[in-house]
């Protein structure tokens, strides 16, 4: 998919350093104090934001007028928020990770549904206008990353394949994240999903993935009570009046459920999975964050084995509909974000290095480091589940869907 987005944020009496210091380099890390990013297409405007860690701001601010390497930056997190949220609702959710991973968000804001005033996106299944008026959310969502790229690069395109994206959403953003993964011709740079809250019901997306082997890291997570979108699936209900079983015509064009375990089963045959298995867990807050109090948060993890690419779904037993602030789950995600992002990066480093320098001892990653790397990236996927995970943020006012 090609983009004919324009940045418009940026005039030339600001210039590009001010821009995104102003922007995305918040002072004092205070998210209140991010500015949107403005893109046209058509005379069409939409807008995301984006957060860069303090690090990494301090690296770009520095630089002046040196050239952006992957050095600086490399990773990439897509947030999409859920039907009547918010881009701050992602970045509010997943900026302890950025800052962990050294990772830049980016938090699309999607369109608006003019009967409630929701903000939604166009996933197929969910939710509101975006769906009915077929609004281009792929094409959205492709042209940012490269408006985002070209821009903190400083048009330095071959630094970009050094760039490797996880995208994640919550409820609608799931659908979309979802979506995102199980396109043929996928984001540039995707290396893995982690949709919470809603996925594709569509088996025929699966099924082409599949015919196409396109294995791709997956990780997905959903509500035991989600009464929203519900983990058994949202579809027809048949009769003289035919509607969804679950809320807001989720699903209302599909014949026939399928279940978000469903789903996963279609994503381990794309990643060539050979069984699956289970792990259930019971974890419970650490207490550090005194808006919450104890609790705990039961959940199972079903686990692909002997997979080309990781697959993992964890259903939080007793959780409802209501991740769009916060999810119990952040540093479960974290955890297997960075595995792969660093499973990415050892494998790039082997694939870009001249054969001839390899032998070299100045050689900064040769084959045995990668895999020994790989090696541990396995490991630490099997062992993090005796991680304790604490739960961040605090209750939404709304309900996100």
């Not at 058509?42 to 701001?57: A, G």
């Not at 480091?369 to 589940?385: K, N, P």
Request: with cysteine; glycine share 8%.
């Amino acid at each position: 998919m090609s983009s004919e987005y324009k940045l418009s944020t940026v005039s030339s009496t600001v210039g590009l350093p001010r821009f995104i210091k102003e922007s995305s380099c918040p002072d004092n890390d205070k998210l209140t104090n991010l500015k949107q990013w403005e893109v046209t297409k058509d005379d069409e405007t939409r807008s995301f934001f984006v957060y860069i860690p303090p690090q990494i701001c301090d690296k770009l601010l520095s630089l002046e007028n040196a050239t952006v390497t992957h050095q600086i930056f490399s990773r990439i997190l897509i947030g999409i928020h859920g039907y009547g949220g918010q881009p701050n609702h992602e970045i509010t959710k997943w900026r302890t990770t950025a800052v962990a991973l050294q990772t830049i968000i980016i938090a699309p804001r999607g369109t608006l549904t003019e009967s409630n005033g929701r903000l939604g996106w166009n996933a197929n299944d969910c939710c509101g206008d975006p769906v009915t008026k077929n609004v281009d959310d792929l094409g959205f969502v492709y042209g940012l990353i490269d408006i985002v790229l070209d821009t903190l690069l400083a048009g330095n395109r071959d630094q970009i394949e050094h760039v490797h994206v996880i995208a994640t959403g919550f409820s609608n953003g799931g659908f979309m994240s979802s979506l995102l993964g199980l396109q043929i011709e996928r984001l540039p740079k995707l290396v893995g999903i982690v949709p919470t809250g809603g996925y594709q019901y569509e088996l025929k997306l699966y099924n082409n993935l599949l015919t196409e082997a396109l294995p791709l890291p997956m990780m997905a997570h959903h509500g035991g009570n989600d009464g929203v979108v519900k983990p058994d699936g949202c579809c027809n209900s048949g009769g003289s009046n035919p509607k969804s079983n679950c809320p807001l015509d989720i699903g209302i064009n599909q014949p026939a459920c399928a279940s978000v375990h469903t789903a996963f089963e279609e994503w381990t045959k794309i990643n060539g999975c050979s069984s699956t298995s289970v792990i259930e867990t019971y974890e419970s807050n650490t207490g550090q964050n005194r808006k919450l109090g104890e609790r705990q948060f039961e959940h199972t993890c079903w686990t692909g084995n002997e997979c080309q690419a990781h697959t993992e779904l964890c259903v939080w037993t007793n959780e409802g509909h209501s991740w769009g602030w916060e999810f119990p789950g952040v540093e479960l995600a974290q955890t297997w974000m960075e595995k792969v992002y660093l499973a990415v990066e050892s494998k790039s480093a082997v694939e870009k290095e001249p054969v001839g320098e390899r032998a070299n001892s100045g050689f900064k990653i040769d084959t045995a480091t990668a895999l020994s790397i790989s090696f541990v990236v396995t490991v630490l996927f099997a062992l993090r589940y005796f991680v304790v995970h604490r739960k961040t943020g605090w209750t939404p006012e709304e309900k996100e869907q």
